[in-house]
């Protein structure tokens, strides 16, 4: 734990104070999500494993933040994933389109530890993209159908067609 706290608190270029604060402020936030899940889901992690995902959510975010160009901050979104909870699947999916018209999708399931289960990736050609996406991702999710599934990725009109929102087009 010392030697945890010692490279918390190291200094880390020109924004260290900041850096600082936010690798603690990251790992409360993992305590405390930790703490949730135990009270709401009765599933708790060891401490190790809680560091080791916020100081990972951390490396990321820092990432992110470092991009500066004339001491100018890039405008970057900050897009998250969280682990599906207790005893549920959560299958994400994207795709893309080349100009050729050829189509290239990604598919990938993972526990409620973020253990993946799954991933594909595989070229198809396809009319549209939101028709790959959801072939791709019923195709996955089929390996589930008796489990509890989130779906996740970037076309909410695949995600509302495959749960059943909105009628497909």
């Known amino acids: ?15 260290k104070d900041y850096f600082i604060r936010e690798k ?13 899940s135990k009270c709401f889901n009765g599933h708790t992690y060891d401490a190790k494993t809680i560091i080791n995902r916020a100081l990972a959510y951390w490396n ?5 933040s470092s991009c500066v160009i004339n001491n ?21 999916f994207d795709a893309s389109c080349s100009n050729s018209g050829n189509y290239a999708i990604g598919c990938i399931a993972r526990n409620h530890q973020g253990n993946v289960l ?3 990736a595989i070229g198809i050609r396809s009319s549209t993209i939101n ?5 791709a991702t019923i195709n ?3 390996n589930y159908r008796d489990q509890k ?3 996740e990725g970037d076309s909410k009109l695949v995600i509302d067609c495959l749960n059943g929102r909105l009628a497909p087009p």
């Open 1 to 15: 734990m010392d030697r945890w706290w010692n490279n918390l608190c190291k200094p880390v270029g020109i924004y």
């Open 24 to 36: 603690f402020a990251r790992v409360s936030w993992f305590i405390w999500k930790n703490r949730n």
């Open 60 to 64: 990321e975010i820092k990432e992110i």
């Open 72 to 92: 100018n901050r890039k405008m970057v979104t900050h897009v998250e994933w969280f682990w599906p909870k207790h005893n549920y699947i959560k299958i994400n």
């Open 118 to 120: 799954e991933s594909k």
């Open 131 to 135: 028709l790959v996406e959801a072939w």
């Open 140 to 142: 996955m999710a089929i």
């Open 149 to 151: 599934i989130i779906i």
